[in-house]
């Protein structure tokens, strides 16, 4: 079911019923379109279909994993935030998540409202500023306006949280940020992932940055700098 959107249409991809139904509530309350699948496989086609603005997710789903649609959605070169709602509590599937490409997770039980303000905050960070500051630090340039990043003119593929991330470093070179600094400075919010998450979405930009992945530097036991 699609409901006409005014900030924006989320798709949410949950196989309970009375979650799905309270999470379109109170995004349908705060002004948002919903469509809701209630099957890994409807979700994926639905991403492909409605081209919403942000995903909900969970990750035990019939048919297919909200991980699989997620790794099977940045195959396709779409970047659309996602969000995973689960039940799973455990680390391993938490960061399994967040490396298939997942920007924010929430564990269930969990605040409808709270998950809206997440919504709303990884929206905000998607849009980014219309203008800034282009920042450059060896080979890596990175454009607020434009929202884009390239190393050496190639253009880099990154979702909303790690091109935060790897703004927020690069906008002060060689100042060592904690990861607490970094989850309030970049998330915005204090996330149930912990600093885990920081760890996670670095070494995701890492990787992308490849032969410049040496300019995130890790100060042992403190947090991570950029530094040429």
């Keep these: 079911m699609t409901e006409a959107p005014s900030k924006g249409l989320v798709l949410v991809v949950e196989d309970e019923r009375p979650i799905a139904d309270l999470v379109r509530m109170y995004l349908s309350r705060d002004g948002f ?38 790794r099977r959605m940045r195959e396709d070169g779409d ?6 709602l689960t039940a799973r509590d455990d680390e391993v599937d938490r960061i399994i998540g967040l490396e298939m490409g997942a920007d924010d997770y929430v564990t269930k039980p969990f605040s409808p409202r ?69 989850l309030a400075g970049v998330w915005g919010y204090a996330s149930h992932a912990g600093t885990r998450t920081v760890d996670v979405h670095v070494a995701q930009v890492r990787a992308k940055l490849g032969g410049a992945a040496s300019l995130i530097r890790t100060v042992r036991g403190v947090g991570y700098t950029a530094d040429a």
Excluded: N, S, Y
């Design 114 to 182: 709270e998950l809206v303000t997440r919504v709303k905050a990884l929206l905000r960070r998607a849009a980014g500023p219309q203008e800034g500051r282009v920042r450059t630090l060896g080979p890596v340039t990175l454009d607020p306006g434009r929202r884009q990043v390239t190393v050496d003119g190639r253009l880099l593929a990154l979702t909303p949280t790690e091109f935060d991330l790897l703004g927020h470093l690069l906008g002060r070179p060689g100042r060592v940020f904690t990861r607490e600094e970094l």
């Design 33 to 70: 379109g919903v469509h809701v699948e209630h099957d890994g496989t409807a979700g994926l086609a639905a991403a492909r279909r409605v081209r919403p603005v942000a995903c909900i997710l969970d990750i035990a789903l019939p048919g297919m994993e909200g991980t699989e649609i997620v």
């Design 79 to 84: 970047w659309t935030p996602v969000i995973f």
